[in-house]
């Protein structure tokens, strides 16, 4: 398996514009969760899907921010108008579930570094 | 509120050398905690995983240790080589249904030759 595919690598836009992130978990993973890592945060949950439906979306930080799964295999983070303060690294990670249902270990793609100027 | 204290925030130390990184936490309910390696550029890699009943989990040169009474791991690190040089991650799972993580703010660590 190729791990989880993040796309693109790198993003530069200007404030205001639309930023569309993709990611492709593992097959089979029930799990797809989407982070963002700053140097001053760490590592932040926005949100989490379990069988293609949003669990909790608790840590989106606003209106702007906003996920989706239309599928098994494919998951899109949108920010919609980006703001200079987006900028960070976005990850998603997907797991299967363990023997007790819940999410298995996580494994992360290799992350998506948006710049917004 | 569930939280995961990391010390050092970073660490320099000399190719050959030992050293060990520090997790506090304050989680509940706990699931397990695992020990994430990240590569500059890269995704989280996850090198241990301990649950509650475990105090000790070897993955070649990384040893992590967890005391589970007083919240506290460690992750000790033998024989530095200079592709240790990475960010070293403490995230502890809570056991709800969703299984989330807790992330430390990481340790960076820099192995010099």
């Known amino acids: 398996d190729a791990g989880v595919i993040q796309s693109p690598r790198h993003e530069v836009t200007e404030m205001g514009q639309e930023v569309t992130l993709r990611c492709k978990p593992i097959?089979?993973?029930?799990?797809l969760f989407w982070y963002r890592q700053t140097m001053m945060r760490g590592l932040e949950l926005l949100i989490y899907?379990?069988?293609?439906?949003?669990?909790?979306d608790s840590g989106m930080p606003e209106d702007r921010f906003s996920a989706k799964m239309p599928n098994a295999s494919f998951s899109t983070l949108k920010i919609q108008p980006s703001e200079p303060r987006d900028s960070a690294v976005y990850f998603c990670?997907?797991?299967?579930?363990?023997?007790?249902?819940?999410?298995?270990?996580?494994?992360f793609g290799p992350g998506t570094r948006l710049t917004v100027l | 509120k569930n939280q995961v204290e990391q010390s050092p925030q970073s660490l320099i130390i000399l190719e050959g050398k030992n050293c060990t990184l520090q997790?506090?936490?304050?989680?509940?309910?706990?699931?397990?905690l695992r020990w994430y390696k990240q590569d500059t550029g890269r995704g989280p890699v996850s090198l241990t995983i301990?649950?509650?009943?475990?105090n000790t989990k070897s993955n070649g040169r990384y040893t992590a240790t967890l005391d589970a009474d007083t919240k506290q791991s460690s992750l000790h690190i033998t024989a530095s080589q200079l592709s240790d040089s990475a960010s070293y991650i403490c995230?502890?799972?809570?056991?709800?249904?969703?299984?989330?993580?807790?992330f430390g703010g990481g340790t960076r660590l820099m192995v010099k030759p």
């Open positions: 990670a997907s797991s299967g579930a363990g023997a007790n249902g819940r999410s298995d270990e996580q494994f």
């Open positions: 097959s089979g993973h029930d799990y």
């Open positions: 899907f379990n069988n293609n439906v949003p669990i909790d």
């Open positions: 997790c506090n936490y304050t989680v509940s309910p706990f699931s397990n």
């Open positions: 301990m649950t509650f009943s475990e």
């Open positions: 995230v502890v799972s809570d056991g709800n249904a969703g299984n989330m993580l807790t």
